[in-house]
Each structure stands twice: as C-alpha cells, then as structure tokens.
C-alpha cells in the first residue's frame, strides 16, 4: 500500500504544469464533442423552420414525437455510463462519436417522419453513451474541488453549441435558398459530418486515465497518478489490488458499492433537481427559434436571435464553475441560479397571460432564464460525483442522475404546442415552476448534508468510530493518517 509520504514527492509547481496541460488540452477537446453531440441533437428546432417541417409535412404533434423518440432510448440507454469503467475510453468514446455523426448525417436523406423517427431514436443511444459519462470520466483526472470549473468547460459546450448553431443554422439557410438540395438537409449533412472527423482524432488522442496522457511526460503521469491517490478512500492491506498505469481499477464494478449507491437518498435528490431542471435545458434549444419566429420576426432572422442568449449563457456557465470551485460551494449557485431562471421564465409568462406585445421584453427576459438553466445543470452534475467515495459510485450516482434526469425532457417537449403560439404561455409557466423546484431540492439536499457532516465532526470528537469503512481514532483521523471523506454543501 502506497504509505501517506509517497502523496509529498512532487512539487506544487509540478502539480500545476499537470493541471495546466489537462486544461489546456483534455477538458477543450471534451467541450469540442460536447459541443458536436448538442449540435447534432438540438438542430432540429432550426431545421424545423428551415422548411423540415413542411416538406416531410410534419403536424406539431410529430414534431414532438421526432424530439420524445431521442429522450426515450437516451434514457433506455444511460446504463452505458458504466462502460468507462470497463472498455478503454479512447475506443468507447470514438465509437459513440462515429455512430452519433453517420445518424446525424443520415437525417439529410429522411424522407418521411417514421424515417426520421427511427433515426432520432438511434441518435439517442449514440449519445446516451456518452454525454452523461464525460464528467465521471473528467473525475479520473481532477480532485473533487477543481471538478465543478471542468465540467462547466464542458457542459458550456452546449449553449455556446446552440449559439453556433443559430449563426450556422442563418448561413445554411441563406446559402440553401436556392440551391438544388433543402435548407434543413444541407443543415443536418453539414453539422453531422464533422463528428465523424473527430471520431478518428478522438481515437488517436483520448486518454484512458492519467497514467495513459501522450501529451505528459512520464514524470507528469506519475504526478498525476499520485495527487489523486490523495482522495482515494483507504484500503486494508487484504483487499489491496494491483494498479495498472491507468492510476485507477479498469475492468472492475464493485456491486457493494453500486447497492450502496443505489440506496443512497442524496442520488435521488440530484436526479429530481436534474429532472427539474432538464424540463427547461431540453425545451429551449428544440423550441427557441419557433418563439422567436412567433414574436413576429421571419425564419431567417429567428435563427439569428436565437444566437445571443446562448452567447450569454456560456459566460455565465463558465463564471459560475469558476466562483463554485474557488468557494467550493454547490448548493448556493444552484439555489441562486434556479431563481434567477424562475423569473425569467415568469417574466415571459406574465406577458402572455396580460397580452402585452412587447416582444422586446420577452426577448430580454430569455437571457436569465436560459443562463439559469445552463449554469444549474452544470453545478448540479458536478455536486453528484463530488458525494460519492469512489468510482463505482460515482459512475452509479450518474447512471441514477440521467435515467431520472432525463425523463425531464420527456415533459420539456411537449409544453410547446403550436396552438399555444405566439406567447406560449402555459410552458413559460411550468418553465418557471420546475426551476423553482431545482433551488428548493437544493435547499432540501444542503441541509441533509450538513446533519450528515454534523455526525462525522461528531464521531471525531468522541473517536473510536467508524465512517464509510474507514476506522477512525481519537480526533477522526483515520488510522493509515487520512481524514474521512465529507460531503461538498
């Protein structure tokens, strides 16, 4: 067993030229797919008013069913989270990266809606193997308290995606209106086809853990191997398990520990936050350019508008990691967050039901609510992983947080009716409410961690106890020296 000392022999200047690298490298790359993957589900809202919806004739209730189909197998097939603790990431994640871009590419041939229908669902099982599982892969190479500003990298992938998305979905169409081949073909062919690209890259460049980095030197992967071996829980001599240069256990789950994660009340609180949340992050990429376009503006200048919220969220997601890895807090930025989005969402609503064309203001209004949403799901991901002990229940914690998490969606697609047009009232409203209910979780999860750190400081005190497996002596330290893991508020 690696003794307590071993953990002091590298320097802080070392462990800063690591952390650099992966920054510089591993979390933008990760973003980079992020952001292909979120292009590639979330452009059917601009090819829907791009002409989708008229050529294949689709009614509102189909279009719908086109965005129900994705969530439905995603959801099926979030299990496949736990794939990263068994088939080598360089391969799980460019094959998911190549299946997601031939579907999203095939959709430019679909010439009917139960064509399209059955692509989409594929499409989600593409991704439901690897979106959901990227941030419990990032905690193979960052400590729980730098975890929040990378996964926020990562997630601001996806608006900035969409605001790309919108400035792309403009040029398409502009370019497309009268070329041989549709607007919203050209657009699914040309957002699709990049992914099948990076699929190749991602094989070549994707590491399977920090001992396995091409771009560290042989010193630097030590370094990284040893400043995580820091937050690992102990282990007795007895169940001491050789260590492969992946600086973690491949090829193995633990079922005790997934049991425990399964029976663990605090994976279900995040999960029903993600749920809560997810009803907003899931409607407002798929409907935004149909709002827009309803507050009077032409199809071509709603793919434009719906550009600059996006824009605004992704410095806002990227500000919010920051100030919650640097405080180490996660239940204050979600609380304040799911408020923020709450009024927003409101705002709109208020609108609706007093009938005050002000479009303008409507407008405005999305900006905070569409940040709220993106800068909670980021921070309500990270919290999941940082109050689990270990890798099998951190990959379980995210295996519960998207199979109950993305039901949300489910809901989310089909408060958007065309009946509802132009002020789309009633989904503004049960927006407002679900984002409500994120920041009372929040509240809710806050003070059940704080008792259960109570009881730890407690059994400190008093000493002679036992936490998670670990004995502990008089002062709660444990007896190979490291302290018992806590629960980030």
């Known amino acids: 067993m690696a003794s307590v000392q071993s953990y002091e022999l590298y320097t802080p200047d070392e462990e800063r030229m690591v952390l650099k690298k992966l920054d510089r490298r591993l979390v933008p790359f990760m973003a980079l797919l992020y952001c292909l993957s979120f292009l590639d589900r979330s452009n059917i809202g601009n090819a829907r008013i791009a002409g989708l919806q008229k050529d294949l004739n689709l009614n509102s209730n189909q279009y719908e069913w086109l965005l129900r189909a994705f969530y439905i197998t995603y959801i099926l097939f979030e299990w496949m989270t736990l794939m990263y603790r068994i088939i080598p990431p360089h391969i799980y ?18 010439t009917s809606f139960s064509f399209l229908l059955v692509l989409r669902a594929l499409l989600g099982i593409g991704e439901a193997a690897f979106g959901p599982g990227i941030p419990f892969y990032l905690s193979f190479f960052f400590r729980r308290h730098e975890l929040a500003f990378r996964t926020g990298l990562f997630i601001s992938a996806s608006p900035l995606s969409t605001s790309f998305a919108g400035v792309l979905a403009w040029l398409i169409t502009k370019l497309g209106e009268n070329g041989p081949i549709s607007s919203w073909r050209l657009l699914f ?69 997934v049991l425990q994660a399964l029976m663990d009340p605090k994976c279900y609180l995040t999960a029903f936050m993600f749920f809560s949340c997810n009803v907003a992050f899931s409607s407002m990429p798929v409907f935004l350019p149909t709002i827009i376009r309803d507050m009077g503006h032409t199809s071509l200048t709603a793919q434009a508008l719906s550009a600059p919220p996006y824009l605004f969220s992704f410095l806002v997601v ?12 996660r239940s204050v930025p979600i609380i304040l967050h799911s408020v923020i989005a709450s009024l927003g969402y409101i705002t709109i609503a208020i609108c609706g ?33 940082n109050n689990q002990e270990n890798d099998s229940k951190k990959g379980t914690g995210i295996a519960i947080l998207n199979i109950i998490g993305q039901m949300g969606p489910l809901v989310g697609t089909s408060i958007f009716p065309e009946t509802d047009a132009p002020f789309y009232t009633r989904g503004m409203t ?30 400190r005190r008093k000493g002679n106890v036992e936490y998670a497996g670990i004995p502990l002596e008089e002062g709660g330290i444990a007896k190979d020296g490291r302290e018992p893991f806590e629960f980030m508020l």
């Open 189 to 257: 062919l040309l957002e699709g086809f990049p992914s099948i690209l990076v699929a190749v890259w991602a094989w070549e460049f994707v590491p399977d853990g920090p001992g396995t980095v091409k771009w560290l030197s042989s010193r630097q992967r030590e370094v990284a191997i040893l400043r995580l071996r820091q937050e690992k829980e102990a282990e007795q001599e007895d169940r001491e398990r050789e260590k492969n240069n992946y600086g973690s256990e491949r090829g193995r789950v633990n079922l005790r520990e």
């Open 353 to 385: 039901y007093q009938g005050i064309p002000n479009n303008t203001f409507r407008y405005l209004a999305l900006y905070p609510a569409a940040a709220g949403f993106f800068s909670a799901i980021t921070i309500i991901i990270t919290w999941t992983i």
């Open 318 to 329: 990227l500000w919010t990691a920051y100030l919650s890895d640097r405080y180490e807090n």
């Open 430 to 459: 049960i927006c407002a409410i679900f984002m409500l209910l994120v920041g009372i979780l929040a509240v809710v999860l806050r003070v059940v961690l704080k008792r259960q750190n109570r009881k730890i400081l407690e059994g």
């Open 93 to 110: 994640i460019s094959l998911c990266i190549l299946s997601w871009g031939i579907i999203a590419s095939i959709q430019s041939l679909a």
